[in-house]
């Protein structure tokens, strides 16, 4: 499997509004909180639960989804390539169209300078509501590279505007997180291997979802999706970074705070 092969469009009516790479937020993130790791101890946990499928349909077919948790055994192979992700398709669940708040995933790079406790965050997925149509970022491919000791870990995270009275200034966005560890161990939880992940994210405690082998990845409308999902997702398809591309830590000098 291809990574410049997967990475096709993702259809119209699955992105309401494709924004611009530059709005994800391509360059690298510095954070300075405590145990990015750990999940908030109150309030809403984001990621609800994660899919996995071997591969991408071809069009007009689809691939039956089951839990990430089904992995048996983790591709070692990724420590000397390093991973390539791309994200191939995403959609919001229609209880929430339009809401304020929204869903964002980094990816969490470790790096010389900074404490393991403490990585550098890459944001390369949104959404975020807006009363005349969400926004959704666009397919997007980047490297990582990949420690035996920590595989890849990604950070999802909650954002909800703090209640308060009507003002024609925006509210201030609170964000509750939860990390993702797809691990090259013998260890409990999703393991790292080339395939189609798929994050179910939860944007409220009222959002459920059916068992992974209920539904499907379908190819249809020029892009990727999930066929009977009712919650918010992404499409992650994890690949070995290509052999002539370096896989290098996040440059400091490029890093921006927020």
């Known amino acids: 499997m291809k990574a410049k092969a997967v990475a096709s469009g993702i259809p119209r009516r699955e992105f309401i509004r494709i924004s611009s790479v530059a709005a994800v937020g391509v360059a690298i993130v510095t954070m300075s909180d405590g145990n990015l790791f750990a999940a908030t101890s109150s309030g809403i ?11 991408l349909p071809a069009a007009g077919f689809s691939t039956q989804l089951n839990s990430a948790d089904s992995i048996l ?4 192979r990724f420590i000397s390539t390093g991973a390539r992700i ?9 209880r929430h169209r339009n809401e304020a708040g929204g869903i964002g995933v980094d990816a969490l790079f470790a790096t010389n300078h900074r404490q393991p406790d403490n990585p550098s965050h890459f944001r390369f997925f949104s959404v975020n509501g807006r009363p005349d149509a969400d926004t959704i970022s666009g397919p997007i491919s980047f490297n990582m590279p990949v420690l ?14 703090t209640t308060q009275e009507p003002s024609a200034t925006p509210p201030p966005i609170e964000s509750e997180a939860s990390a993702l560890t797809l691990s090259l161990g013998n260890v409990a939880g999703p393991k790292l291997a080339r395939g189609v992940y798929v994050l179910a994210f939860r944007e409220e405690n009222s959002d459920s979802m059916s ?23 992404v499409l992650l398809n994890v690949d070995y970074a290509p052999a002539a591309e370096a896989v290098p830590a996040p440059d400091r000098r490029r890093s921006a705070r927020h």
């Open 73 to 76: 055994s983790p591709d070692p």
């Open 211 to 233: 068992n992974w082998n209920r539904l499907s990845i379908a190819n249809g409308d020029g892009g990727y999706y999930v066929s009977g999902a009712t919650f918010s997702y």
């Open 86 to 94: 791309s994200v191939v398709g995403a959609k919001r669940a229609d």
């Open 148 to 161: 035996s000791t920590s595989g890849v870990t990604l950070m999802v995270t909650r954002q909800r505007p």
């Open 45 to 55: 946990v984001p990621l609800m639960d994660v899919g996995y499928a071997p591969s």
